[in-house]
């Protein structure tokens, strides 16, 4: 087919170019059975703004070339913000229980093997956290947005949410690249091969859709979003109350110290933080401040992440592992 997407191409011959733009329509809640009508004529038929479905999935075909600044002018932000919210309940309500039944068949938990209910307890945690980030999506992020449609400037401004986007972006990104490679590295999945590698393709597949979602809302999202708050600036919208934010990002830093290598081994020893800070004589809040700088560091939140981080980098034994 050609470079771009285009209106009157027919939908079905879109589909059979890109399998992925299947997702995509069913986010925009496009239904199947569309025979020989175009693109056109089935957004239409769906309700749905034709200009903003041609923008996502000529973005998802070529993210490393797609022209932001023209694709955001082509968008409808409503719109926009219907698909990443059914986006988000894919992943969080769908996808993600799908992959946890298919890894309970994998691995085995029936003979207490370590291993096996750490991955599970750090996937577990990363689901968490994914639905944790797309719930400050849905219950921040959009509704300043939608304020802003309002043509009403609330008092957070966008730069501020973005740096919590940002790391919140990054640090999902990161533990699904890490559950596969202790997967692929470590978990011996003798009698469940098959199963396992299942799991893998949907986690490597998952890992994919995950990306280009969370690359598109740092990209066009965020450039619709800029432009809108500008746009009210300059017309002097009111100001709203302050929205509610999560901690700010950390300063910039990688290599862990012997102290904070210390701190993740008593966490994988299954300690508390107040047992910690009684170990190593430190206080309370030192130790919360190190559990802090670690997470930014290695981009690892849970304790089940410091956990297989520890014994992957031989901090500490399996053995030695408290579960
Ligand atoms: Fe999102
Ligand atoms: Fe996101």
Redo the contacts with the bound molecule.
């Keep these: 087919m050609n470079e771009k997407y285009h209106e009157k191409d027919p939908m079905s011959d879109v589909i059979s170019d890109d399998y992925r733009i299947l997702q995509i329509i069913s986010r925009f809640g496009i239904k199947l059975g569309f025979g020989d009508q175009t693109v056109e004529a089935t957004c239409r038929g769906a309700g749905v703004d034709v200009n903003t479905f041609l923008t996502v999935v000529n973005y998802v075909k070529d993210p490393a070339h797609a022209r932001i600044s023209e694709m955001a002018e082509q968008v409808n932000v409503p719109a926009l913000i219907a698909y ?1 919210k059914n ?2 309940s894919y992943f969080v309500d769908f996808r993600l229980p799908g992959i946890r039944r298919k890894l309970l068949e994998a691995i085995d938990l029936s003979t207490g093997n370590r291993l096996a209910m750490l991955i599970l307890r750090f996937y577990d945690e990363y689901a968490q956290e994914v639905s944790h980030h ?1 719930t400050f ?1 849905n219950e921040h992020v959009h509704p300043f947005v939608e304020t802003l449609l309002q043509g009403r400037l609330p008092v957070e401004t966008f730069r501020n949410i973005e740096e919590q986007y940002d790391e919140q972006h990054a640090c999902i990104e990161k533990s699904l690249t890490e559950l596969k490679n202790i997967i692929v590295k470590y978990y011996p999945s003798d009698n469940s091969a098959q199963l396992m590698g299942e799991v893998l393709m949907d986690i490597f597949m998952t890992d994919e859709d995950l990306h280009s ?2 690359h598109m ?1 740092d990209t066009l999202f965020a450039e619709c979003i800029r432009r809108l708050e500008h746009d009210v600036r300059q017309k002097g919208g009111e100001s709203t109350l302050p929205l509610p934010t999560d901690e700010k990002a950390e300063p910039a830093g990688t290599d862990l110290s012997e102290r904070e290598k210390e701190i993740i081994v008593q966490v994988a020893k299954g300690l508390s933080n107040k047992e910690i800070a009684d170990a190593l004589f430190i206080s309370v809040n030192t130790v919360m401040t190190h559990r802090r700088n670690i997470s930014r560091k290695l981009q690892i939140r849970s304790a089940a992440g410091f956990t297989i981080y520890a014994i992957a980098n031989g901090l500490i034994s399996l053995d030695d592992v408290q579960l």
């Design positions: 990443l986006s988000h797309m999506e979602h969370c809302e």
